[in-house]
């Protein structure tokens, strides 16, 4: 019944119509890893979701799962269960009844089913509510009965979609710890769709990050953020984002508001270039690019703040030790390693 749980989809096209909600989106997926889909609202993450599932067919392309070509294979027939952001549990059911649904459905024999009732309950802690009607529940009680009935049917992929996004952001925080030990104690794989890229880079082993129906890339958390391959995912990821500044490269060295930086770039000649620089890169220096201090927005352990160097805005982040205060004139620097370098026409790394 359980397989490994691998995926892979192979130039996935899907047409509404004149429009390219996918646009050949490749990828694979290991067996067990827990992997993120991120991307801003109608970049496509949640349609390739549907896709795995087999609720939406692809216009072109071919999905597999653990080697097996599914791409026509209906969606109750792919061993795999869904979590969605409404839960969509049957209120007129008991958490008990909702959670052995799946499994009347497969005629399994009652004893048993009371048993694996019980037993998933006990992994998402619901096992004290089974007589309860889902409205009264708190919602992540009712996140956790709909975990439960994906539980209970031991597929070998889960898919969720956004199932965070209803809770507020303390249950969000401890819900977001407990899924990923389940993930881990349950060893199955999880797809995980999700806007939110805090919660990508908390939860995911490798993500793919979606922008207007293609994937630009797929990486690690870690990767992806120390090494955005777009100007796009530069803006998109960190908190705050990246700062892109326009500006000239000048054999080696890239010149921001009439400073030169130092970069990792070998090359000579002259260029324009999308200067990238995290706001946590940067660091007060006695010499520097010479910055205004506009505003200074606290964080308790950090502060960010907006600077304005001779015109370019940028935005630094720094320890609560030594924060400036507005209209202040501070000097800053950024280690070579922390320049990152684009192509302005393109926005492809350099």
């Given at each position: 019944?359980?397989?490994?749980?691998?995926?892979?989809?192979?130039?996935?096209v899907k047409m509404h119509g004149d429009f390219a909600a996918l646009k050949d989106v490749?990828?694979?997926?290991?067996?067990?890893?827990?992997?993120?889909?991120?991307?801003?609202?109608?970049?496509?993450?949640?349609?390739?979701?549907?896709?795995?599932?087999?609720?939406?067919?692809?216009?072109?392309?071919?999905?597999?799962?653990?080697?097996?070509?599914?791409?026509?294979?209906?969606?109750?027939?792919?061993?795999?269960?869904?979590?969605?952001?409404?839960?969509?549990?049957?209120?007129?059911?008991?958490?008990?009844?909702?959670?052995?649904?799946?499994?009347?459905?497969?005629?399994?024999?009652?004893?048993?089913?009371?048993?694996?009732?019980?037993?998933?309950?006990?992994?998402?802690?619901?096992?004290?509510?089974?007589?309860?009607?889902?409205?009264?529940?708190?919602?992540?009680?009712?996140?956790?009965?709909?975990?439960?009935?994906?539980?209970?049917?031991?597929?070998?992929?889960?898919?969720?979609?956004?199932?965070?996004?209803?809770?507020?952001?303390?249950?969000?925080?401890?819900?977001?710890?407990?899924?990923?030990?389940?993930?881990?104690?349950?060893?199955?794989?999880?797809?995980?769709?999700?806007?939110?890229?805090?919660?990508?880079?908390?939860?995911?082993?490798?993500?793919?990050?979606?922008?207007?129906?293609?994937?630009?890339?797929?990486?690690?958390?870690?990767?992806?953020?120390?090494?955005?391959n777009s100007t796009d995912i530069a803006g998109f990821i960190g908190n705050p984002p990246?700062?892109?500044?326009?500006?000239?490269?000048?054999?080696?060295?890239?010149?921001?508001?009439?400073?030169?930086?130092?970069?990792?770039?070998?090359?000579?000649?002259?260029?324009?270039?999308?200067?990238?620089?995290?706001?946590?890169?940067?660091?007060?220096?006695?010499?520097?690019?010479?910055?205004?201090?506009?505003?200074?927005?606290?964080?308790?352990?950090?502060?960010?703040?907006?600077?304005?160097?001779?015109?370019?805005?940028?935005?630094?982040?720094?320890?609560?030790?030594?924060?400036?205060?507005?209209?202040?004139?501070?000097?800053?620097?950024?280690?070579?390693?922390?320049?990152?370098?684009?192509?302005?026409?393109?926005?492809?790394?350099?």
């Amino acid at each position: 019944m359980s397989g490994h749980g691998q995926v892979q989809f192979r130039d996935i096209v899907k047409m509404h119509g004149d429009f390219a909600a996918l646009k050949d989106v490749s990828f694979e997926i290991k067996p067990g890893e827990f992997f993120a889909l991120l991307g801003p609202s109608g970049s496509g993450k949640s349609t390739t979701l549907r896709i795995l599932a087999g609720l939406d067919a692809p216009t072109r392309g071919r999905v597999f799962i653990d080697g097996k070509d599914v791409t026509s294979t209906d969606a109750r027939d792919r061993d795999i269960a869904m979590v969605f952001q409404s839960y969509a549990l049957y209120p007129h059911m008991t958490v008990a009844e909702n959670i052995s649904f799946p499994l009347e459905m497969a005629n399994m024999p009652k004893t048993e089913i009371a048993i694996a009732v019980k037993d998933a309950a006990r992994k998402v802690r619901i096992d004290h509510l089974l007589d309860r009607k889902p409205g009264q529940l708190s919602g992540g009680q009712q996140q956790r009965c709909a975990l439960a009935r994906a539980i209970v049917r031991k597929a070998r992929l889960f898919l969720l979609d956004e199932p965070l996004s209803n809770l507020d952001a303390k249950l969000r925080l401890e819900t977001r710890a407990e899924l990923k030990k389940l993930q881990r104690s349950l060893g199955v794989t999880a797809v995980y769709v999700t806007h939110d890229q805090e919660e990508a880079m908390t939860l995911a082993d490798r993500m793919a990050v979606f922008m207007a129906g293609e994937i630009q890339q797929v990486g690690t958390p870690a990767e992806v953020s120390r090494r955005p391959n777009s100007t796009d995912i530069a803006g998109f990821i960190g908190n705050p984002p990246m700062n892109l500044v326009p500006s000239r490269f000048v054999n080696g060295d890239v010149v921001i508001a009439g400073h030169r930086f130092k970069t990792t770039m070998q090359a000579g000649g002259e260029r324009d270039v999308v200067a990238g620089i995290r706001p946590g890169a940067f660091r007060m220096a006695s010499s520097g690019l010479s910055a205004k201090v506009e505003l200074v927005e606290d964080l308790g352990d950090t502060a960010v703040l907006d600077l304005d160097c001779a015109g370019t805005l940028l935005r630094v982040r720094v320890s609560d030790e030594n924060v400036p205060r507005e209209g202040d004139t501070i000097s800053i620097a950024a280690r070579p390693q922390d320049i990152h370098l684009f192509d302005p026409a393109t926005g492809k790394r350099l």
